[in-house]
Protein backbone atom coordinates (compact mmCIF):
# COMPACT_ATOMS: atom_id res chain seq x y z
CA UNK A 1 0.00 0.00 0.00
CA UNK A 2 1.09 3.39 -1.04
CA UNK A 3 -0.02 6.67 0.23
CA UNK A 4 0.15 10.11 -1.24
CA UNK A 5 -0.94 13.46 -0.15
CA UNK A 6 -0.10 16.58 -1.54
CA UNK A 7 -0.55 19.71 1.06
CA UNK A 8 -3.44 22.32 -0.38
CA UNK A 9 -2.18 25.23 -2.58
CA UNK A 10 0.51 23.07 -3.77
CA UNK A 11 1.22 22.07 -7.38
CA UNK A 12 3.70 19.61 -8.12
CA UNK A 13 4.77 19.94 -11.75
CA UNK A 14 6.17 16.89 -13.77
CA UNK A 15 8.86 16.63 -16.73
CA UNK A 16 7.22 13.21 -16.94
CA UNK A 17 4.38 10.70 -16.18
CA UNK A 18 3.79 9.57 -13.18
CA UNK A 19 3.77 5.67 -13.59
CA UNK A 20 2.43 3.25 -11.18
CA UNK A 21 2.43 -0.68 -12.23
CA UNK A 22 1.54 -3.24 -10.10
CA UNK A 23 2.52 -6.09 -12.24
CA UNK A 24 5.35 -7.33 -10.65
CA UNK A 25 3.79 -7.18 -7.07
CA UNK A 26 3.81 -10.27 -5.11
CA UNK A 27 0.69 -9.84 -3.68
CA UNK A 28 -2.27 -12.32 -5.17
CA UNK A 29 -4.61 -9.08 -4.72
CA UNK A 30 -3.80 -5.88 -6.93
CA UNK A 31 -1.37 -2.80 -4.73
CA UNK A 32 -3.60 -0.11 -3.07
CA UNK A 33 -2.30 2.76 -4.21
CA UNK A 34 -4.25 6.02 -3.13
CA UNK A 35 -3.07 9.80 -3.95
CA UNK A 36 -4.98 12.92 -2.40
CA UNK A 37 -4.95 16.25 -2.36
CA UNK A 38 -6.19 19.42 0.14
CA UNK A 39 -8.04 22.42 -0.37
CA UNK A 40 -5.95 23.37 -4.35
CA UNK A 41 -3.33 21.13 -4.87
CA UNK A 42 -2.70 19.94 -8.52
CA UNK A 43 -0.43 17.87 -10.41
CA UNK A 44 0.64 19.58 -13.75
CA UNK A 45 2.45 18.00 -16.61
CA UNK A 46 3.06 21.46 -18.52
CA UNK A 47 2.34 20.19 -21.62
CA UNK A 48 5.40 17.60 -21.30
CA UNK A 49 3.87 14.31 -20.95
CA UNK A 50 0.78 12.35 -19.48
CA UNK A 51 0.36 12.95 -15.54
CA UNK A 52 -0.95 9.84 -14.22
CA UNK A 53 -0.75 5.76 -15.94
CA UNK A 54 -2.05 3.58 -13.79
CA UNK A 55 -1.67 -0.65 -14.35
CA UNK A 56 -2.63 -3.53 -12.00
CA UNK A 57 -3.22 -1.63 -9.22
CA UNK A 58 -6.40 -0.14 -7.17
CA UNK A 59 -6.35 3.23 -7.03
CA UNK A 60 -8.48 5.63 -5.31
CA UNK A 61 -7.61 9.48 -5.96
CA UNK A 62 -9.23 12.44 -4.56
CA UNK A 63 -9.01 16.06 -3.80
CA UNK A 64 -6.73 17.27 -6.90
CA UNK A 65 -6.60 19.06 -10.22
CA UNK A 66 -4.63 16.73 -12.96
CA UNK A 67 -3.59 19.19 -15.55
CA UNK A 68 -2.24 19.66 -18.67
CA UNK A 69 -0.85 16.12 -20.29
CA UNK A 70 -0.14 16.11 -24.19
CA UNK A 71 -0.38 12.29 -23.94
CA UNK A 72 -3.87 12.11 -22.45
CA UNK A 73 -4.14 12.79 -18.70
CA UNK A 74 -4.89 9.84 -16.99
CA UNK A 75 -4.76 6.19 -18.58
CA UNK A 76 -5.68 3.24 -16.68
CA UNK A 77 -5.08 -0.78 -17.50
CA UNK A 78 -6.47 -3.39 -15.50
CA UNK A 79 -7.28 -1.42 -12.62
CA UNK A 80 -9.79 -1.07 -10.16
CA UNK A 81 -9.84 2.84 -9.54
CA UNK A 82 -12.19 5.55 -7.92
CA UNK A 83 -12.03 9.31 -8.73
CA UNK A 84 -13.66 12.12 -6.28
CA UNK A 85 -14.00 15.41 -5.81
CA UNK A 86 -11.37 15.63 -8.90
CA UNK A 87 -10.68 18.48 -11.84
CA UNK A 88 -9.24 16.68 -14.93
CA UNK A 89 -8.23 19.84 -17.51
CA UNK A 90 -6.40 21.20 -20.47
CA UNK A 91 -5.14 17.41 -21.50
CA UNK A 92 -4.77 16.29 -25.02
CA UNK A 93 -3.56 13.04 -26.30
CA UNK A 94 -2.44 12.15 -30.34
CA UNK A 95 -4.74 8.80 -29.56
CA UNK A 96 -7.68 8.00 -28.05
CA UNK A 97 -8.62 9.29 -24.36
CA UNK A 98 -7.80 13.40 -23.82
CA UNK A 99 -8.52 13.36 -20.39
CA UNK A 100 -8.97 9.65 -19.55
CA UNK A 101 -7.88 6.24 -21.41
CA UNK A 102 -9.85 3.52 -19.49
CA UNK A 103 -8.87 0.19 -20.73
CA UNK A 104 -9.84 -3.26 -19.25
CA UNK A 105 -10.67 -1.31 -16.28
CA UNK A 106 -13.27 -0.78 -13.74
CA UNK A 107 -13.47 2.89 -13.09
CA UNK A 108 -16.17 5.43 -10.51
CA UNK A 109 -16.11 8.58 -11.10
CA UNK A 110 -17.92 11.01 -8.33
CA UNK A 111 -17.97 14.73 -8.74
CA UNK A 112 -15.52 14.61 -11.45
CA UNK A 113 -15.35 17.99 -13.70
CA UNK A 114 -13.54 17.11 -17.38
CA UNK A 115 -13.01 20.11 -19.07
CA UNK A 116 -11.46 21.66 -22.19
CA UNK A 117 -9.71 17.82 -23.45
CA UNK A 118 -8.68 17.01 -26.93
CA UNK A 119 -8.11 13.77 -28.68
CA UNK A 120 -6.71 13.30 -32.02
CA UNK A 121 -8.72 10.47 -32.66
CA UNK A 122 -12.06 9.19 -30.21
CA UNK A 123 -13.16 10.36 -26.45
CA UNK A 124 -12.00 13.95 -26.08
CA UNK A 125 -12.69 13.81 -22.77
CA UNK A 126 -12.91 9.57 -22.16
CA UNK A 127 -12.40 6.58 -23.79
CA UNK A 128 -13.62 3.44 -22.34
CA UNK A 129 -12.79 0.30 -23.89
CA UNK A 130 -11.88 -3.43 -23.70
CA UNK A 131 -15.08 -5.11 -21.90
CA UNK A 132 -13.83 -1.91 -18.77
CA UNK A 133 -16.74 -0.09 -17.01
CA UNK A 134 -17.50 2.75 -15.80
CA UNK A 135 -20.03 4.72 -13.31
CA UNK A 136 -20.59 8.40 -13.22
CA UNK A 137 -22.31 10.25 -10.70
CA UNK A 138 -22.71 14.21 -10.14
CA UNK A 139 -19.81 14.74 -12.85
CA UNK A 140 -19.45 16.68 -15.77
CA UNK A 141 -17.76 16.68 -18.90
CA UNK A 142 -17.34 19.68 -21.06
CA UNK A 143 -15.54 21.91 -23.91
CA UNK A 144 -13.98 18.52 -24.70
CA UNK A 145 -13.46 17.25 -28.18
CA UNK A 146 -12.42 14.15 -30.85
CA UNK A 147 -10.94 14.17 -33.84
CA UNK A 148 -8.13 15.26 -36.30
CA UNK A 149 -9.09 17.90 -39.28
CA UNK A 150 -6.12 17.18 -40.65
CA UNK A 151 -7.48 13.75 -41.18
CA UNK A 152 -10.43 11.93 -43.65
CA UNK A 153 -10.97 9.38 -41.13
CA UNK A 154 -14.38 9.76 -39.21
CA UNK A 155 -13.73 10.08 -35.47
CA UNK A 156 -15.92 9.81 -32.82
CA UNK A 157 -16.96 10.83 -28.88
CA UNK A 158 -16.29 14.83 -28.35
CA UNK A 159 -17.18 13.78 -24.64
CA UNK A 160 -17.10 10.06 -24.55
CA UNK A 161 -16.96 7.38 -26.33
CA UNK A 162 -17.15 3.78 -25.27
CA UNK A 163 -16.91 0.05 -27.37
CA UNK A 164 -17.33 -2.82 -25.51
CA UNK A 165 -17.93 -2.18 -22.25
CA UNK A 166 -20.58 -0.93 -19.69
CA UNK A 167 -21.37 2.60 -18.72
CA UNK A 168 -23.42 3.73 -16.22
CA UNK A 169 -24.25 7.99 -15.60
CA UNK A 170 -26.13 9.39 -13.24
CA UNK A 171 -27.02 13.47 -12.38
CA UNK A 172 -24.17 14.02 -15.01
CA UNK A 173 -23.99 16.78 -17.66
CA UNK A 174 -22.05 17.12 -20.66
CA UNK A 175 -21.87 20.51 -22.81
CA UNK A 176 -20.44 22.47 -25.84
CA UNK A 177 -18.34 18.91 -26.74
CA UNK A 178 -17.63 18.55 -30.92
CA UNK A 179 -16.84 15.10 -32.53
CA UNK A 180 -15.58 15.72 -36.22
CA UNK A 181 -12.40 15.58 -38.53
CA UNK A 182 -12.42 16.50 -42.09
CA UNK A 183 -14.48 13.57 -43.07
CA UNK A 184 -17.14 14.16 -40.29
CA UNK A 185 -18.24 13.08 -36.77
CA UNK A 186 -20.25 10.64 -34.99
CA UNK A 187 -21.61 11.45 -31.07
CA UNK A 188 -20.26 14.95 -30.55
CA UNK A 189 -21.38 14.57 -26.75
CA UNK A 190 -21.36 11.01 -26.55
CA UNK A 191 -20.88 7.99 -28.80
CA UNK A 192 -21.76 3.77 -28.07
CA UNK A 193 -20.79 1.16 -29.47
CA UNK A 194 -21.65 -2.14 -28.31
CA UNK A 195 -22.02 -0.90 -24.73
CA UNK A 196 -24.73 -1.93 -22.45
CA UNK A 197 -25.52 1.98 -21.41
CA UNK A 198 -27.93 3.09 -18.48
CA UNK A 199 -28.60 7.19 -18.29
CA UNK A 200 -30.75 8.52 -15.33
CA UNK A 201 -30.97 12.07 -15.17
CA UNK A 202 -28.05 13.08 -17.54
CA UNK A 203 -28.14 16.01 -19.56
CA UNK A 204 -26.27 16.89 -23.22
CA UNK A 205 -26.32 20.17 -24.28
CA UNK A 206 -25.12 22.45 -27.27
CA UNK A 207 -22.82 19.53 -28.43
CA UNK A 208 -22.00 19.06 -32.05
CA UNK A 209 -20.83 16.50 -34.86
CA UNK A 210 -19.47 17.04 -38.50
CA UNK A 211 -16.78 17.89 -40.91
CA UNK A 212 -14.69 20.71 -41.00
CA UNK A 213 -15.54 22.24 -43.77
CA UNK A 214 -19.53 22.61 -45.31
CA UNK A 215 -20.43 20.18 -47.80
CA UNK A 216 -17.27 17.34 -47.00
CA UNK A 217 -18.13 14.44 -44.66
CA UNK A 218 -21.13 14.67 -42.54
CA UNK A 219 -21.73 14.15 -38.81
CA UNK A 220 -24.43 11.88 -36.72
CA UNK A 221 -25.52 12.04 -33.12
CA UNK A 222 -24.66 15.68 -32.26
CA UNK A 223 -25.77 14.97 -28.76
CA UNK A 224 -25.57 10.85 -29.08
CA UNK A 225 -24.73 8.31 -31.00
CA UNK A 226 -25.47 4.88 -30.67
CA UNK A 227 -23.77 2.19 -33.05
CA UNK A 228 -25.20 -0.40 -35.11
CA UNK A 229 -23.63 -3.22 -33.62
CA UNK A 230 -26.09 -5.92 -32.48
CA UNK A 231 -26.68 -6.31 -28.56
CA UNK A 232 -26.12 -2.48 -27.43
CA UNK A 233 -28.70 -2.46 -24.72
CA UNK A 234 -29.95 1.41 -23.64
CA UNK A 235 -32.01 2.35 -20.79
CA UNK A 236 -32.32 6.33 -20.21
CA UNK A 237 -34.30 7.36 -17.41
CA UNK A 238 -34.99 11.45 -17.48
CA UNK A 239 -32.20 11.86 -19.88
CA UNK A 240 -32.05 15.25 -21.71
CA UNK A 241 -30.59 15.81 -25.15
CA UNK A 242 -30.70 19.60 -26.19
CA UNK A 243 -29.61 22.14 -28.71
CA UNK A 244 -27.42 19.48 -29.86
CA UNK A 245 -27.37 19.08 -34.02
CA UNK A 246 -29.26 15.91 -33.57
CA UNK A 247 -29.46 12.29 -32.01
CA UNK A 248 -28.84 9.35 -34.07
CA UNK A 249 -29.75 5.59 -33.12
CA UNK A 250 -29.01 2.89 -35.60
CA UNK A 251 -31.46 0.12 -35.86
CA UNK A 252 -30.29 -2.71 -34.36
CA UNK A 253 -29.72 -1.44 -30.24
CA UNK A 254 -32.71 -2.57 -27.96
CA UNK A 255 -33.64 0.96 -26.12
CA UNK A 256 -35.77 1.16 -22.88
CA UNK A 257 -36.91 4.97 -21.28
CA UNK A 258 -38.65 5.50 -18.30
Not at 32 to 43: F, K, M, Q
Not at 84 to 111: L, M
Amino acid sequence: RANIRIPAQTTINLTSALEVDGSLAAEAELPVINISGGGGAAIDAQGRSGVLFASRVSLYVRGLRIANGNQGCVRLYRTLARFEDVSVEGCKTPGNGGGFFIEHSDVAFERVLIRHCVAAQNGGGVFLTGRGSLVALHSSIAHCSAGSFEESAVYVGGGLAAQYSALFMAHTNITECRGGSAGGGVGGGVSLTSTYSRLKSVKIARCSAGAATAGIGGGFGGGLFVGSTAGDRMNFSRANVSHSYWLEVSPSPSCAAT
